[in-house]
């Protein structure tokens, strides 16, 4: 790969320039912001799209003027349960390359996921959230994990947790991502249930098992994002201020740390399920537009 | 209280126009920054300072050029261990209001504050951090715990941080404090452990265990700070982008919180611990000047 991409922006420009569309079906995709982000997503080449959900009830039809129909295709199914499940078949089945959903209890759809005969998760796979932040003043993007699945991670599950990452920044063209295992300082107490795996992890990164990346951990927001306060510290590291990968202790240390930012630093988050067949992209109603729209993005170049 | 305290500004202005300056003894005051944020605090009216440490070692004298030398006292202990317990005596003694921590090792000063003899920590109360945030763009200053000494609080240590929280609201002149118990989801998962703490607590203020506070939890970041976001998610709740004061699920998600906030969106902290007899002023050396002088300040309208 030739070119490192640093920002949602780059990262759409780059899609738009391969051409290179994926077939997204989306399960009962009648929400504007859904719609809206998806329409823009067929404007810009990413994606062709299957819309597959109660037309009648697409609040405001006016939205699909103006837009690519070659590459819009609306699937009239009434019932919500019904269009996540053939939204899910049509994934399966290998008809798309994406699963979305729209306004659907986000329980139905991953029942539909998890369904071990006609779902997307392989046996012994770890389901996570994968997802992109981009920060003003933040010189690039940094991906992290976990937001929103797994309350308390194991320590299978944090290694899942770091390939999935590793596998998308290889593939936004960072060579050897710095990965940051996030904690409130650097000293390493061994009280701590979650230190234990931490320390587990580095020994399988010294021995090679996550590839010719950089680890460092326990280390502090200060550490990982910021190369002035890092440095303050006086704590080495080969992190410092340049993290690609932040993997958080649970969920909630997750979820506060980008919501913070979110408010009040106008971070856009893209993200998405991984661990599934193919990438799913599972937005909740408080994403923005432009959030869904960089999840679909970012589903694009993973899928 | 007739006035209602909403920003660091005004907290310091409160405490300068009260002119009811505290004692506060340093321990080993040497370094430039805790030494500019005590002679600024000597300099507006909030304390008189004793500075007790190895003055040798002070590594710019310039600086007490042009300060009130009637309120700055410097006594001679070459010896850092000996600086500090001296220092932790005289609050000890009643002969200062505030104990703060120069260049000491956090080991050093706590463990003199937890000696059952000579220390701070009366038997049976919890020590804890109890911080609070200014951050751009939010309409007041919001306490948040506890993002450095409990790792994983249990119950009795989570009412103690509330309970602290609540008595630094009050002082600040917030009648009825709106508290969130944050966590990722206000989904009240019953597999994760600290959520029965949070459902039980709930069920102490309902009982009025915690005065006329308002409080809810399990909510997000987005429920408890900000207004627009909290709605889009359709969750009923009296703290609704209004939160005094947030109590994190552990010291992870707290300090993450904080941290990328201080980066990011330029949020200033000040801080201290809290179960001791009198506040102790405990900042890290990449706390700024700023968020030391802030805490300084804190310390003085809780003392």
Chains 1, 2 share one sequence.
């Not at 790969?1 to 738009?16: D, K, N, Q, Y």
Request: aromatic share 6%.
């Amino acid at each position: 790969m030739s070119t490192i991409i640093s920002s949602f922006a780059e990262l759409t420009a780059h899609l738009a320039s391969i051409n290179n569309r994926k077939r997204i079906a989306v399960a009962n995709a009648v929400d504007p912001h859904t719609l809206e982000a998806v329409l823009k997503a067929v404007d810009m080449k990413l994606v062709e799209a299957f819309l597959i959900g109660d037309v009648a009830s697409i609040e405001s039809p006016a939205l699909f003027e103006d837009h690519d129909s070659a590459h819009i295709h609306i699937i009239d199914v009434p019932e919500v349960n019904e269009a996540t499940l053939e939204a899910v078949r049509m994934v399966k089945d290998g008809q798309a390359d994406i699963l979305m959903k729209g306004l659907v209890n986000t329980d139905v759809i991953l029942r539909a996921i998890l369904d071990k005969e006609k779902g997307l998760l392989p046996t012994g796979k770890v389901l996570t959230y994968n997802a992109a932040l981009e920060i003003p003043n933040y010189h690039k993007l940094v991906f992290f994990s976990d937001p929103a699945v797994i309350p308390s991670p194991n320590r299978e599950q944090r290694i899942a947790m770091i390939k999935y990452a590793i596998d998308s920044a290889l593939k936004f063209g960072i060579e050897h991502p710095k990965i940051a295992l996030i904690h409130a300082t650097e000293k390493a107490n061994p009280k701590i249930q979650y230190m234990q795996d931490y320390l587990d992890i580095l020994q399988k990164w010294r021995m090679g098992a996550f590839g010719d990346v950089v680890m460092d951990g326990p280390i502090d927001i200060f550490l990982a994002l910021d190369k002035e306060l890092g440095s303050i510290k006086n704590v080495p590291t080969p992190v410092l201020g340049d993290a690609d990968i932040l993997i958080f202790t649970d969920f909630a240390a997750a979820n506060a740390f980008y919501k913070g930012l979110r408010i009040f630093a106008g971070a856009e988050m893209g993200g998405l399920l991984q661990g599934t067949e193919k990438p799913v992209v599972l937005t909740s109603r408080s994403d923005s537009e432009l959030s869904k729209f960089y999840s679909i993005a970012l589903a694009c170049i993973l899928s």
